[in-house]
């Protein structure tokens, strides 16, 4: 998909702008650019109103790429949220450019900046993969409900009423995985995965996370970096790495095949959820759902 040029983007906004037909509807239209955050926002506002993502199962938000469709929906809708942190990659740049003329807004800007991770001691740069700690996403949903009851005081207290709900899960959410990580011997505490998305959840969860490739999937990797993880993975005896579901699982299929060559018995341990959810109509379609999925996957391989 093609990334917006800014004359296309002042074209769509300047006609937007003259349209003397406004779209008559019922309930305030919100965007999101993930569907993990029209997760969260649907649990908030229910059926007040009608929330659309940018993007859908198996989307890589480091890097995908406004359409001219995209931008329409971005200037019809009330509200445009986003997450920010860089995760939105290039799209950042649209919704910079959105936001001098529409109500749109980074969820994470209210986060305490002491809670986000960055890549490594030596940047500056955010590890955006926030919703990997249940503690963290439901400060996020916390500032959500804010927003949102701010820019719909009437409905305010529904949408309290509702996050409270939702907050609830999400508790019963963390305990669950506190518990089942802790059935992983410590040893055995090892989740090697394409890029390196997991950071919180090994912080939050005491696991150690590695990645072939950066926190962003923008990053590249090469031999090198195939053949230190072989070399780890053969001397610490790591029997399972994971693919994910937003990124090619060649980069790991070289490195299994690598370890094997040198007597290994490691395997692919599993298909992990990373930067989007899965089919919505299927139990990994929702945060929770998704969580679930991701830690009995790595339970099974791991235990």
Not at 147 to 165: C, D, I, Q, R, W
Request: hydrophobic share 40%; glycine share 6%; net charge negative.
């Amino acid at each position: 998909m093609r990334l917006l040029c800014p004359f296309l983007i002042f074209c769509v906004l300047f006609s937007a702008c003259r349209s003397t037909e406004p779209e008559v509807r019922n309930r305030p239209s919100i965007v999101v650019t993930t569907n993990l955050l029209a997760d969260v926002v649907r649990n908030i506002v229910k059926d007040s109103a009608e929330v659309h993502s940018l993007m859908g199962p198996g989307v890589d938000p480091h890097l995908y790429k406004a359409s001219i469709g995209d931008l329409r929906k971005l200037v019809a809708a009330d509200y445009v949220f986003y997450q920010g942190l860089h995760l939105e990659g290039k799209l950042g740049e649209v919704l910079s450019k959105l936001s001098r003329t529409r109500p749109v807004f980074a969820l994470t800007e209210g986060l305490p900046a002491d809670q986000i991770i960055t890549a490594d001691e030596k940047s500056a740069y955010p590890d955006p993969h926030i919703w990997f700690d249940v503690s963290l996403w439901k400060d996020l949903v916390g500032l959500t409900n804010e927003k949102m009851a701010e820019l719909m005081p009437g409905a305010a207290v529904y949408f309290s009423a509702n996050t409270e709900t939702y907050t609830e899960q999400l508790d019963s959410l963390e305990s669950s995985i506190r518990r089942r990580m802790d059935r992983i011997p410590v040893h055995k505490r090892v989740l090697i995965t394409s890029h390196d998305a997991f950071n919180y959840l090994g912080a939050a969860y005491n696991i150690e996370v590695i990645g072939l490739q950066g926190i962003s999937t923008l990053a590249e990797f090469g031999l090198r970096d195939v053949s230190d993880l072989v070399k780890l993975i053969v001397s610490r005896d790591i029997k399972a790495v994971f693919v994910e579901n937003s990124v090619s699982s060649k980069s790991l299929e070289a490195v299994v095949a690598g370890a094997s060559q040198q007597g290994s018995q490691v395997r692919i341990g599993g298909t992990l959820y990373t930067d989007a959810l899965g089919d919505p109509e299927g139990p990994e379609g929702t945060y929770i759902g998704m969580m679930n999925y991701n830690i009995n996957t790595i339970l099974k391989a791991l235990e």
